[in-house]
């Protein structure tokens, strides 16, 4: 059996890159679908196969480090890379509504009464449920780098009680912004003022729910032995998203609710 | 009260079937054997049945909706026949 002369992976060839890329045009194209000829199917058909594609492919990425052994130092070294890059390009992306928010926060135009929050606009009282989230995701923030410390000293009980504890505040966070989103007394058709609130905080929102679900993964996975001491990266990775996550809520928590109010 | 608590905490670990501490041991070895078989099978298959299964689902689904969206753009690209 030949054996390669260096530390990198080259992986098996696999179907899942062009079967994502597919699933990629059945959604967009499902979305017009649904946007100009009122149909769902395509939809649905693109999110499904989008699902699907994302569970085998990373269902394959733990057989290929914890069953295989291919994730070398070197290749950790490059996952690394890759996951600050693409979390570099979520703060670009996030960058994006909050320049939206201040362009017209900054100098409101006189169809807004030439004031911000805009004439007729009652803001959320920052001091209430979104200051709980704002400590329930900084607790979250506490609660998985206990995690991780549990994890490099072979504490498999405090390691489970800790991550789950993340999951559980991330949970609470998401029920309490849903109440919210329901009991606002604007909608996102309500001016600029509600485009901005809701795509920000709408966007911040799913990225919560996708950091939660990362983080639930990696909770399985601790509990299946999958993690040693010295080798977790989807566990730092995941740790790292969620740092993310609180940022980018700690920033729209000053800008939007807060001075925005 | 603490002295009952600890005997309900010692009762309910002892308690537990042979089956759920199955699950509560170790498996990694056995994957680890699993997928370094030298079967010439790719990752994506290599995981049993199940894996054939969901990769066939998943490129039906992927190829019927590829050809469903040239077809619909084949239409929505026609004009609209109007008498």
Redesign the interface.
């Known amino acids: 059996?030949a054996h390669q002369a260096h530390s990198y992976h080259m992986?098996?060839?696999?179907?899942?890159p062009i079967?994502g890329a597919?699933?990629a045009?059945?959604t967009t194209?499902g979305l017009i679908?649904w946007f100009h000829y009122n149909s769902s199917m395509?939809l649905t058909?693109?999110l499904?196969?989008m699902l699907?594609?994302m569970l085998?492919w990373w269902r394959?990425i733990v057989?290929?480090s914890?069953?295989?052994?291919h994730h070398t130092p070197t290749v950790q070294k490059g996952l690394r890379y890759g996951m600050i890059l693409f979390i570099t390009s979520e703060a670009f992306f996030f960058l994006g509504f909050f320049w939206a928010f201040f362009h017209s926060s900054l100098a409101p135009t006189p169809e807004l009464g030439g004031q911000w929050p805009p004439t007729g606009i009652k803001p959320l009282n920052p001091m209430e449920v979104p200051l709980l989230n704002t400590a329930i995701l900084l607790a979250s923030g506490v609660t998985v780098t206990w995690a991780h410390h549990s994890i490099t000293e072979g504490n498999r009980k405090h390691a489970i009680h800790a991550l789950t504890l993340t999951i559980l505040l991330g949970f609470y966070f998401t029920a309490l912004q849903a109440m919210e989103y329901h009991e606002a007394p604007f909608s996102i058709a309500d001016s600029v003022y509600g485009s901005t609130f809701f795509v920000a905080t709408g966007f911040h929102g799913l990225h919560v729910i996708i950091g939660s679900s990362f983080l639930t993964v990696c909770l399985f996975r601790l509990i299946?032995?999958?993690f040693t001491s010295d080798h977790h990266f989807g566990f730092e990775a995941a740790a790292w998203y969620w740092h993310f996550v609180d940022v980018i809520w700690l920033f729209l928590y000053m800008t939007i609710y807060w001075w925005g109010s | 009260m603490w002295r009952s608590l600890r005997s309900l905490r010692q009762i309910s670990q002892r308690t537990i079937s042979t089956a759920s501490r199955r699950q509560l041991e170790?498996?990694?070895p056995e994957?680890?054997k699993?997928?370094?078989e030298?079967n010439g099978l790719?990752?994506?298959l290599?995981?049993g049945a199940m894996d054939g299964l969901?990769?066939r689902?998943?490129?039906g689904?992927?190829?019927?909706?590829?050809g469903?969206?040239l077809y619909?753009?084949m239409v929505a690209s026609m004009p609209k026949k109007q008498k």
């Open positions: 059996m992986v098996d060839p696999s179907p899942w079967f597919a699933a045009l059945l194209s679908m395509l058909l693109g499904i196969s699907l594609v085998q394959d057989r290929e914890t069953f295989q052994g299946k032995f999958h | 170790n498996r990694v994957k680890q699993l997928f370094q030298d790719p990752v994506y290599k995981g969901l990769y689902v998943t490129m689904l992927s190829v019927f909706g590829t469903y969206v619909e753009l």
